[in-house]
């Protein structure tokens, strides 16, 4: 789903609206993409506040429903009737980019008993204490990687740091060797962020994504080591609980979703701090505040806006609205989390909120495995920049800031700074 489809989103209604007037504007005219993109959240207010479900018609011509406000999303993600399994989607209804079944097999596709069977296999590997025992290792990383930038007094803070410290430790928790550690941002960028004009770099990151697994797997199955990755083909060897397609599809989803909406959550952390001073020095004034500050990060502006397209099996009422059955259902946790009914001032950063309940890493079964991963690097991340640099400042002006061309990852291109 492009920018444009929110930016001409209808009311709610069982075919979509074609009145001008029932259309909340997104930004400028001109550019409502572009304006979608940089700043999606005046756009959701509107979409809000005029009603609780819209029914838009995507770029492909089929139905998408969205669901904007904080209690119905809540309500909806954790919503047996709405399945993520492709099977529930009304024939022709879905066109999602074809994985192969490799791939394809993990649990954004899934739903009970075979979900359930799969998350308690690799849950083992995100329990609170093994993620409380990963910090010195994380510590580790941030401050080899604030070492190697120090000396140049700028840099691009995603790519020296925001993306490499995340993907180094899901790399270390999957036991990938460091000479096999290739260009994973290229990959999930091609998938995430495709170019229209460039079909083929989503198909040859494909293929050199199977091609990677297929052969870790291969080596961990010849040579195991102490790691997660190890652990799993034992579980599908020994115990024949896993598929080979699970196995490969669980590595991918790992590894992808194990540092990808970390990337996003570091480095839109950062922009916000430094967009608000008199946050930053609340931080800097007591280091106590981070972890409470990552979930306001988190809510404040979060790198996923959209929950992973359900489809319903059965006619469902979200909102008062009729969501047919088989039809596609997006819940945008963007605008869920920018909602006043839930959040006072929701439009404020405050490092010192405590209202909770934020829906960025989800609700419900399909809550975010990596959670706690996630919040750990954040919190671990911030904390050794602050104390490492503390004349931390944007290093361009604000206007030549970009952010990725997508409304399914909500994160910078690049981060100039300097200190």
Known sequence: MTA????????PSARPSTDPAAEPSAGSSADPAAALIADPYAGYARLRAA????????PDGLPVWLVTRYADVRRALADPRLALDKQHAAPGNYRGFALPPALDANL???????????RRLVSQAFTPRRIAALRGPVEQVA????DAMAPHGRADLITAYAAPLPITVICDLLGVPTEDRHDFRAWTDALVTPDPARPQDARAAVAAMLAFFTALIDRKRAEPGDDLLSDLIAVRDEGDRLGEDELTSLAFLILFAGYENTVHLIGNAVLALLRHPDQLAALRADESLVPAAVEEFARYD????????????EDVVIGGVTVPAGETVLCVLASANRDPEQFPEPDRLDVHRRETGHLALGHGIHYCLGAPLARLETSVALTALLRR?????LDVPESE???RPSLRARGMLELPVRF
């Open 4 to 11: 444009p489809d929110l930016a001409h989103s209808a009311r």
């Open 51 to 58: 009603g609780p479900v819209h029914r838009i018609t995507g």
């Open 108 to 118: 954004l596709n899934m739903d009970p008993p075979d979900h359930t069977r799969i």
């Open 143 to 146: 401050d080899a990687l604030l």
């Open 302 to 313: 979060g790198p996923a806006p959209l929950a992973i397209r359900r489809f319903p099996r």
């Open 389 to 393: 640099f503390p004349e931390l400042a």
């Open 401 to 403: 800031l970009r952010h």
